[in-house]
């Protein structure tokens, strides 16, 4: 069952094969067998999931169920969950119960009816690459237990890695679903700003942040992108647009497409066999019947020094809310009010969110204001202007996920600057708001490589239309690592 694609599972549950409580009952043995190892879940629902397994089957049998009913999933733990812990893997909210679902949630559990089987691990309130910052502690990569798997959305990516959930949701600021999809062999994709809601979404910033999903196959991933997907008025960034069939765009051949190849992403940072891998990549998708042509993205070399003065400004607003009075982490023995707010942030964030929360407030401040936050404003609108001229020649731009494979834990805890490095290839997609997605490519010494596209503003079926003819003609994503398949 844990090496189905979501459409074989569906086909299962409708023509009896399994019930939905028996494909439940599966992932949930695998994950109180398999998951002390990697760490991927900070709440397991077992409770929850038999109760909505029960329910989905019913549907069934009532013949009222989506293509996803009963069909497990699990939530990146900033997803609120009514009644279930939210943490965002900090002390800070380690024991807050969400009063309200997300938008997200309510689709996919309320309306199309998948089962939660509970909250993944994460760098602490998303605050990361390397899911080394979370409170309940580092996240391990399934194909090498000694590595990273990458973050944000590390224990999303890992649960899906090692078949311990069929598809899990995750999110992208900077590049928290590509990156570690990149790291453990996966398809991941960050939709538009605005596909998805936020409504319910714990903020780290609110401008970049985006839900999206990971999954073994661009068609997986098309299944609930599609529910996932779509305007929400709870969500005043929320884009009020139709939502194409991304099921429907599986189905367009790549023949005839044009794919730009920037130069900004292919210098001197990438390691040597990552590049051998994409340009391998770049010779499968030209068999198929693309067109690559090289393009210009020139501001695009600035987005990290761009991104780490609005993410962190943005997040220094964000997080002023957690001040131990109105909810949240508390301390104890205070004299006053000013030290209840030193101590217990003091207390509930971990060391990068503190960085950042620093930072932030330093380029918001009197006097700094116009000569960080604003210049890194320019230069946002500046990447977003290139992308738009670039998609004026080709279709879509394709470029590595990563400059290398997954690093071993602690080899970049020490230098804040090389651990933000690693999101050099994702932080313009988000700047610019655009869909990117991440897709296996190969491998380098056993260890994944992935490939990314970019797309223009709501082309989520173009972007996975040519992920899952390059799987069709390929076996890299059905790849799964040893001791988890």
């Not at 094969?17 to 397991?44: G, M």
């Not at 529910?227 to 929400?232: K, L, N, R, V």
């Not at 993205?297 to 131990?324: F, K, M």
Request: hydrophobic residues 40%.
């Amino acid at each position: 069952m844990h090496t189905s694609s979501l459409k074989k599972l569906s086909e299962g549950l409708r023509t009896r094969q399994f019930s939905s409580r028996e494909l439940t009952q599966h992932f949930l043995a695998r994950i109180d067998t398999l998951d002390p190892q990697i760490n991927s879940f900070i709440t397991v629902t077992a409770e929850r999931a038999l109760s909505q397994a029960d329910a989905a089957d019913r549907r069934i049998a009532e013949g009222t169920a989506t293509a996803l009913t009963g069909i497990p999933i699990a939530q990146k733990d900033l997803f609120c969950t009514e009644g279930v812990r939210t943490s965002c893997a900090s002390r800070m909210l380690d024991r807050f119960i969400a009063p309200y679902d997300a938008t997200v949630v309510k689709k996919l559990h309320a309306e199309a009816g998948m089962v939660m089987l509970g909250k993944c691990n994460m760098d602490e309130f998303a605050m990361g690459s390397s899911n080394e910052t979370s409170w309940y502690g580092p996240v391990k990569n399934p194909w090498d237990l000694n590595r990273v798997p990458g973050g944000s959305s590390g224990g999303s990516v890992a649960a899906v890695a090692a078949g311990l959930a069929p598809v899990a949701t995750a999110t992208d600021t900077g590049g928290s679903i590509r990156q570690p999809a990149a790291l453990t062999n996966l398809t991941g994709i960050k939709p538009t700003y605005g596909r998805v809601s936020r409504f319910g979404m714990i903020a780290f910033a609110s401008s970049l942040d985006q839900g999206g999903v990971v999954a073994r196959s661009a068609e997986d991933a098309a299944y609930v992108l599609q529910a996932m997907s779509g305007f929400d008025p709870l969500d005043s960034t929320s884009a009020d647009r139709p939502v194409d069939d991304l099921l429907a765009g599986l189905q367009h051949p790549i023949s005839g497409l044009k794919i730009g190849l920037p130069a900004e992403f292919f210098g001197d940072g990438m390691a040597v066999g990552v590049r051998a891998v994409i340009d391998a990549a770049i010779k499968t998708l030209e068999s198929l019947g693309a067109r690559c042509v090289p393009v210009q993205l020139p501001n695009a070399p600035l987005s990290v020094p761009a991104y780490y003065v609005v993410a962190p400004a943005e997040a220094s607003s964000n997080l002023s809310r957690y001040d131990g009075v109105r909810f949240g982490h508390r301390a104890e023995g205070v004299k006053n009010l000013e030290e209840l707010y030193k101590k217990s942030r003091g207390e509930g964030f971990g060391a990068e969110v503190q960085r950042r929360i620093m930072m932030g407030t330093y380029v918001l401040s009197h006097g700094y204001y116009d000569a960080y936050y604003l210049q890194a404003q320019k230069v946002r609108r500046l990447i977003s202007r290139d992308f738009k001229q670039a998609f004026e020649q080709v279709d879509l731009i394709l470029a590595p996920t990563t400059t290398d494979v997954a690093f071993r834990f602690g080899e970049k805890t020490d230098d804040p600057v090389a651990m933000y490095l690693n999101d050099v290839y994702t932080i313009a997609a988000n700047l610019a708001g655009i869909p990117a997605m991440s897709l296996p490519a190969g491998f380098v010494d056993g260890l994944p490589v992935g490939l990314q596209l970019m797309g223009n503003y709501f082309s989520e079926a173009r972007l996975l239309g040519v992920a899952h003819q390059y799987q069709q003609a390929t076996a890299w994503h059905t790849q799964m690592p040893k001791g988890f398949n």
